[in-house]
């Protein structure tokens, strides 16, 4: 969902409507950033798409790194010296002869920043470079090309690398790297997004498919966090497996995995919610019907009847459907065999405010208010 789902109006929204300072507060809310959002405020108001805003905000990172210094990390180097550091290649010695000019290749840990880290970042930059796409405004879209090749260039001595999610996954960050996570959670988003690949031939997967996977998980990630910050005394659990209650061992029942449990253990309240990231969440149903999905309710209710011998508390759990929506707001509740159900959705395209009210309001059924925190 960069700048292939941006569409070209000066509105800066994405091609499903949601404005993109929206959904630049989901994605700090996804990356455990969001208390920092005010400090992001022109970058927001300026960008001509997400991917425009993504690059704006990589590049002030990079720049203030450059002015503080880059983060160092110790890492193997393999070179050749004159003298002697940790262990010596005697094999690639003997063979280069260095040895006889006083010089030997040694391998050795060493504080540099040449470091996983600053090679994604570059990387990154310049493939944005390369590849970017900074919405219809040519003159701001070259300043911001030349902005960033500038950087390239400043971070001279880092080599570039073939970068992958698995990559970025593995760099180690310690308490102190706010600047760095939030880069690199960039990055991460940028590969998993429809930039072009660097593949060869022809591929199978569309981009419509990719964006709306990618759009899925953001709105799963978000809701979770949301919840994790506003919810005060709650346990929030996210993707938590639900066993089915059967009597034998069967290797090829699938796990049931809803994407939230809100559990507050004080007041023995319990909300089930799957969020879903459709096209709609209405179908045309017999005789031109406009109805729910039956596979999400059916989902959604199969999670709350096969968990009630677990506990009290989950003979009575509620249920939550929660759909996103552009310009739309559905709202319905019902109770089946004791447990209430409720289909609800919040408007990405509003206010950010609302957006952040009409999340509360989707627990406050289930929930006293005076348990939730409000929204910052």
């Known amino acids: 969902m960069t700048s292939s789902v941006a569409t070209e109006q000066a509105a800066a929204v994405t091609e499903y409507g949601i404005p993109i300072r929206n959904v630049w507060h989901m994605l700090l809310y996804a990356w455990g950033q969001y208390p920092d959002a005010k400090r992001w405020r022109s970058e927001v108001e300026r ?60 391998r050795y840990e060493s504080f540099e920043v040449d470091a996983p880290r600053n090679q994604i970042i570059k990387s990154m930059l310049a493939r944005l470079v390369r590849e970017g796409r900074f919405g219809p405004n040519l003159s701001e879209a070259k300043q911001l090309r030349h902005r960033l090749r500038r950087l390239v260039r400043d971070l001279d001595g ?3 690398v073939a970068v992958d999610i698995d990559h970025i996954r593995r760099v180690q960050l310690g308490r102190n790297d706010g600047d760095y996570r939030l880069m690199l ?25 990719r964006d709306d996977l990618t759009l899925y998980k953001l709105f799963e990630q978000f809701v979770a966090a949301f919840f994790r910050q506003h919810l005060s005394g709650w346990q929030v659990s996210r993707q938590s497996g639900m066993p089915w209650p059967v009597e034998t061992v069967v290797p090829r029942l699938p796990m049931m995995i809803p994407d939230l449990v809100l559990h507050d253990p004080r007041e023995s309240r319990m909300i089930v919610l799957d969020t879903k990231f459709t096209a709609g969440s209405l179908r045309t149903g017999v005789g031109g019907k406009r109805t729910y999905d039956s596979s999400h309710l059916y989902q959604l209710y199969a999670y709350l009847r096969t968990q009630e011998a677990k506990s009290p508390v989950h003979r009575v759990a509620s249920g939550v459907l929660l759909y996103p929506g552009a310009g739309t707001e559905l709202s319905d509740r019902f109770i089946v065999q004791g447990h209430e159900v409720r289909i609800e959705t919040v ?24 348990l939730i925190n409000p929204a910052t």
């Open 347 to 370: 408007d990405l395209a509003g206010d950010w405010t609302t957006v952040e009210r009409r999340l509360l309001d989707t627990v406050r059924s289930s929930a006293p208010a005076s």
């Open 158 to 160: 880092i080599n570039p």
């Open 185 to 209: 959670s960039i990055c991460e988003y940028l590969l998993e997004t429809s930039m072009p690949t660097e593949y060869s031939g022809r591929r199978a997967s569309t981009k419509v498919n």
């Open 47 to 106: 960008a001509p798409s997400l991917e425009g805003l993504l690059a704006m905000v990589l590049a002030r990172l990079v720049e203030q790194r450059l002015r503080i210094g880059l983060g160092r990390e110790y890492v193997a180097v393999d070179r050749r010296l004159r003298g002697i550091r940790g262990r010596v290649d005697f094999n690639r010695s003997l063979l280069d002869r260095t040895f006889e000019q006083g010089e030997a290749h040694c």
